[in-house]
C-alpha cells in the first residue's frame, strides 16, 4: 500500500523497494515513522518477510534526519523520539534483509537508519553524520550506541562530538557503508545486493543477525546456549542439509 510519503514497490516475490518521499529533504515526521513502522510489521507478519530496499526521493536527499518544526512542539518531539527509537529497535529485529541505497545526505536519524542497516550503498555525493550538537539536539541513545558498535568509539565520538558530516568516501573506509556505486546506479546496485543476501537461507541469516545484535551482553554460557539452540536448529531444516550435501559432494569430485 503506498502513501504520500511512503512508496512501495514491488521487485519480485522477495523484495521490495522502500521510498522515504517527504519534499524537501525527506525528513522524518512522526507521521512518516509510523507509515514506516506499520510497514515493517506487516512485512514481519509474512511467512517469509521480504528482503527491502530503502532509498530516498530525488537526487539530493536520502534522509536528512527528523523534522525539526516538529521539535517546537515539546510533547511531539518526545513522542517522536520513542516511535522513532522504537523503529530502530524494528529494523534491527527484522528477520529479512535491509539493503539501503543512500542516494545523497543521510544525517541525525537518516544516519541512525542507515547504521541499522544489513548493508549499505551510497553514491560518492552521499554525505553522512551526525549533526545534532550543532543544532541544539541530540541523535537516540540507541544511534549513538549502534555507531560507537559500528564504527568504533573513537570514530562515532568524532563524528558525534564535531557533528561534521563526512564523504561516502570516508564513510567507507570507517565501515558505516558497505559500497560506493555511481549515482545512477546505488538504487540497482543495492536491489541486486538484497537479492543475493534474499537467496541466503533466512535460518541462518536471522540466527547470524540475532546473534550480532545480543551478543555484546550476553554472557559466555549464553552464547554458548545460543550456538547450541541454533545448532539444533539448522541440523533438522531440510535446506541447510542439502547445502552440506552439495559442499561434501563438491569437495569429494576436488580430491578426486
Known amino acids: 500500500m503506498n502513501t504520500d510519503e511512503l512508496i512501495l514497490t514491488n521487485i519480485n516475490a522477495n523484495l521490495v523497494q522502500l521510498t522515504i518521499k517527504r519534499p524537501p529533504a525527506n525528513a522524518l515526521s512522526e507521521t512518516l515513522i509510523a507509515a514506516l513502522m506499520s510497514t515493517f ?3 514481519s507478519r509474512q511467512s517469509v518477510p521480504p528482503g527491502v530496499v ?4 530525488g537526487e539530493k536527499f536520502f534522509c536528512a534526519g527528523g523534522d525539526i518544526n516538529e521539535v517546537a512542539n515539546h510533547e511531539l518531539a518526545v513522542s517522536r523520539m520513542e516511535a522513532f527509537s522504537a523503529f530502530l529497535c524494528q529494523i534491527e529485529q527484522y528477520p529479512g534483509p535491509l539493503v539501503c541505497a543512500v542516494n545523497g545526505y543521510a544525517v541525525g536519524a537518516g544516519f541512525e537508519i542507515v547504521l541499522h542497516a ?9 554525505r553522512l553524520g551526525f ?14 550506541r549502534q555507531a560507537a558498535s559500528l564504527l568504533g568509539y573513537r570514530a562515532a565520538r568524532s563524528l558525534l562530538f564535531s557533528g561534521a558530516l563526512i564523504s561516502a ?6 565501515g558505516a557503508v558497505d559500497a560506493i556505486s555511481a549515482r545512477e546506479d546505488v538504487l540497482a546496485q543495492a536491489i541486486v545486493q538484497c537479492g543475493q543476501l534474499c537467496d541466503k537461507d533466512r535460518q541462518l541469516f536471522g540466527a547470524i543477525k540475532q546473534t550480532l545484535r545480543q551478543s555484546p551482553q550476553m ?3 549464553a552464547l554458548l546456549q545460543l550456538t ?5 536448529g539448522y541440523l533438522d531444516n531440510p535446506k541447510t542439509a542439502d547445502a552440506r550435501a552439495h559442499f561434501l559432494t563438491r569437495n569429494k569430485k576436488v580430491e578426486s
Open 54 to 57: 530503502l532509498t530516498g526521493a
Open 219 to 221: 554472557t559466555d554460557d
Open 228 to 232: 547450541l539452540s541454533d545448532l539444533r
Open 118 to 126: 544489513d548493508y549499505v550503498v551510497a553514491s560518492p555525493e552521499s
Open 131 to 144: 549533526p545534532e550538537i550543532n543544532h541544539g539536539l541530540l541523535p537516540a541513545a540507541k544511534g549513538m
Open 41 to 43: 510489521s506487516r512485512f
Open 169 to 174: 568516501e570516508h564513510a567507507l573506509t570507517i
